[in-house]
């Protein structure tokens, strides 16, 4: 067999998916009562204000909410229409790790602005009862306390448009429940994103969408109101097809674990595989076609698919879709093939479920999957380790795992955004270079492919936060505590994961680590691919 016919591509491919998104509206008003009183943040779920207020005529629309939060000028608050927009003004912030230009703010350059702005900050930080400003002045010279150093650094990231280091000062007053600050920076944040402007100001839109329901303990209900928003099910196939196509990080997933199957299993004459996410089948295409150009003939191949809603709704029907589309493809390349649909979740799955025949050699593939799995800081039942322990007593050949590398399981809210932030960031700079960011499909894929995945990590929390990353060394210390141990991918894979990035950006780069391969946008690792036995 040539040593790359495992990975040769059909025209005809089908993504993986992603969670779909829709977003809320969120707006911010103070409540009634006297001089003093807390905000309170009123959800909206009739309008969806990420897509409905941004213009479309303009390259960077301003996010623009129907109501805001405005300061009179002796400090208290008072709620106004909102209907300004102003010009960007592009910087580069130096924590801009991936070298995007930063939004621009509608905060001026005049002094009186900005001493008025310093005043609005002063009565969030300090109170309204607090003394004015203007007596911390003395012989000309401020006198500085850590809430006014404070205030200004926030200022200055809000004056010079450093959209990053705004959104992380709000993540650091929601996580401090400050009742006042993080409303004051919710309003600034709205003037800075756009779902249609640079990478890290789309990113902010959905990010802040998940600060304010985070911020008025909604996470859980807007996720689950947010499933039921969901576009048309061959809408959403499309918008799962072209990020498959623009982005490597599926195809990459892909092509490793079927490099590691394929090699595994080519001695064997009967192959069963159980893919406990196998969503629209596409990953085992290219698998089927390399096993029937074998030398001596192709083996008896069974694949046992488990399935889940999102995907089933993806396709329009059960796991029979599938099924029936991989029978197709076998017969056409003459390959002997079963396929077996497992009406079970992984949570429930048992070993009767699995069907496995004396005689066969088993491959198991965890592809985008077992970060939903609960684990033992969610529930007692830690069905994570549950999961591996039942492949375990299966005996497999291999055993192959792609996940993001990224930490959001047991991390706590404030570091846990930070490297959502830092991850998303490189994934929405990736689509960026592929897809115009006035092109209605890009919104549509970051919205209904990714941006459900980013409130998910910010807003819920307990069962509800679903998206649970682990990075490759706790993934490790799991196989390796369930009895796996590593089956490093080879060289032909490696290379073959190489020969695919040609044709794309350069900034894509391939990293190989102990025999796990790594995908990463310039500096930060994306997705990991490994082979356990």
Not at 366 to 372: E, K, R
Request: net charge negative.
């Amino acid at each position: 067999m040539s040593s790359r016919s495992y990975y040769q591509p059909i025209q005809e491919v089908e993504p993986y998916y992603l969670p779909q998104f829709q977003t809320i509206d969120h707006h911010l008003r103070y409540g009634d009562g006297s001089k003093g009183t807390l905000f309170s943040v009123q959800n909206s779920y009739e309008q969806y204000c990420t897509l409905e207020s941004s213009s479309g005529n303009s390259s960077y629309p301003i996010y623009n909410s129907p109501s805001i939060v405005t300061f009179s000028s002796n400090g208290s608050p008072m709620s106004q229409p909102e209907s300004q927009s102003c010009p960007l003004d592009l910087h580069h912030s130096p924590d801009n790790t991936y070298g995007s230009p930063m939004s621009g703010s509608c905060i001026t350059n005049d002094a009186s602005d900005f001493m008025q702005k310093l005043r609005e900050l002063e009565t969030v930080m300090l109170g309204p009862d607090s003394d004015s400003i203007d007596s911390t002045f003395q012989n000309g010279t401020y006198m500085d306390s850590p809430e006014m150093d404070s205030g200004r650094q926030i200022l200055g990231a809000i004056s010079r448009g450093d959209l990053k280091q705004v959104l992380i000062a709000c993540a650091k007053a929601v996580s401090d429940n400050d009742l006042l600050m993080a409303p004051w920076l919710m309003h600034e944040l709205r003037k800075m994103v756009s779902v249609s402007g640079e990478p890290i100001q789309r990113l902010g839109a959905y990010m802040l969408e998940g600060l304010v329901a985070r911020l008025n303990s909604t996470g859980s209900s807007i996720y689950k109101a947010l499933r039921c928003k969901e576009p048309a099910s061959a809408d959403l196939f499309s918008y799962m097809l072209i990020l498959y196509e623009v982005c490597p990080y599926f195809k990459f997933g892909y092509m490793s674990a079927n490099g590691a199957i394929a090699e595994a299993m080519k001695d064997e004459d009967r192959v069963h595989i159980i893919d406990f996410q196998i969503a629209q089948g596409s990953q085992w295409f290219t698998l089927i076609q390399a096993f029937a150009a074998r030398p001596g003939g192709p083996p008896h191949i069974r694949i046992t698919g488990i399935d889940d809603n999102t995907s089933a709704y993806a396709r329009g029907g059960g796991l029979n879709i599938v099924g029936n589309r991989l029978s197709r493809l076998a017969k056409e390349f003459k390959v002997p093939f079963e396929f077996h649909a497992a009406d079970v979740s992984g949570y429930d799955v048992e070993l009767e479920h699995l069907g496995v025949r004396p005689g066969e050699a088993v491959a198991v593939n965890f592809a985008f999957m077992l970060h939903h799995m609960p684990d033992e800081s969610v529930t007692t039942e830690n069905y994570r380790d549950r999961l591996l322990m039942l492949v375990k007593k299966l005996s497999p050949k291999v055993v192959t795992l792609v996940e993001q590398e990224s930490n959001t399981n047991t991390a706590a809210f404030y570091p846990r955004f930070l490297e959502a932030l830092d991850y998303y960031t490189a994934m929405f700079e990736s689509i960026d270079v592929t897809l115009s960011r006035d092109q209605k499909e890009r919104i549509n894929v970051e919205q209904h492919c990714l941006a459900r995945d980013v409130v998910n990590i910010i807003a819920c929390e307990g069962p509800e936060r679903v998206e649970r990353h682990e990075l490759l060394g706790k993934w490790r210390l799991r196989f390796t505590m369930a009895g796996f141990r590593p089956y490093p991918l080879s060289s032909v894979v490696n290379s073959t994961i190489k020969t695919l990035l040609e044709n794309y950006c350069d900034r894509y780069r391939l990293q190989e680590k102990d025999g796990t391969l790594f995908l990463g946008w310039m500096n930060r690792d994306l997705i990991a691919s490994s082979a356990w036995k």
